[in-house]
């Protein structure tokens, strides 16, 4: 091989194998120095979409979205679940709960799972109640002492859940193929759709006016 082309070829490694530097663009004005971190699981969105938070393979990391700054970096939080409100963030992972307040990231409290792993994790709108999804269980936590307000049995997998904005907790049962419909006051189920589908993900359509 000639010693041009050997040259070209290693020029081209070293490129490769370069940390990647962000360009200067109209919505990034300057480069920001990035941290390593694992492939992301999930994006998730702060409610003002004022913060993002990464669940990645190796921890929980939130950023501000105008200024592109680390706010806070959870590290050996790898593959959580997470979710935003105004005031909180929540996060499970295996067989534990963290709630975080979003002033300052001080951690509210943490629970443990009884003996099955969390599945999923939401905030009501009025962010006065916290719901878990468990292999066994859904619970109903108080917001922000962390108290356990109620627990209903549950032998379904539920894939994601969402409050919507009047107060009402939607389940999705990947499994079965369900879509329900819970009072969150009464923990009481209210309806269920049936699809011949699984259901992964929920996403509620802003209200119409």
Same mark, same amino acid.
């Given at each position: 091989m000639k010693p041009r082309i050997? /040259?070209? /070829?290693l020029v081209l490694i070293f490129a490769a194998c370069a940390p990647v530097t962000p360009s200067n663009t109209d919505s990034m004005p300057t480069p920001v120095p990035q941290e390593y971190q694992d492939f992301s699981y999930q994006m998730v969105w702060a409610p003002d979409d004022s913060l993002m $938070?990464?669940?990645?393979?190796?921890?929980?990391?939130?950023?501000?979205t105008k200024t592109y700054k680390q706010l806070a970096a959870f590290d050996m939080l790898g593959g959580p679940t997470a979710v935003f409100s105004n005031t909180y963030l929540a996060a499970v992972i295996n067989k534990e709960l963290f709630v975080w307040n979003l002033k300052d990231f001080k951690l509210l409290f943490s629970q443990a799972s009884k003996g099955s792993y969390f599945q999923n994790v939401a905030i009501s709108s009025d962010e006065k109640t916290l719901v878990t999804?468990? !292999?066994? !269980?859904?619970?109903?936590?108080?917001?922000?002492?962390?108290?356990?307000? $109620?627990?209903? +049995? +549950? $032998?379904?997998?539920? +894939?994601?859940?969402?409050? +919507?904005? !009047?107060?009402?907790l939607i389940l999705a049962d990947t499994y079965l193929g369900l879509v329900q419909e819970w009072d969150a006051q009464t923990q009481k189920k209210i309806r269920a759709f049936g699809f011949s589908k699984p259901v992964i993900h929920l996403r509620i359509c802003p209200k119409i006016t």
């Open positions: 050997k /040259l070209f /070829l $938070a990464l669940t990645t393979n190796t921890g929980l990391y939130v950023y501000d999804a468990e !292999q066994k !269980q859904t619970r109903y936590w108080n917001l922000p002492a962390g108290t356990l307000i $109620a627990e209903t +049995s +549950s $032998a379904n997998f539920i +894939s994601d859940m969402v409050f +919507s904005e !009047q107060g009402k």
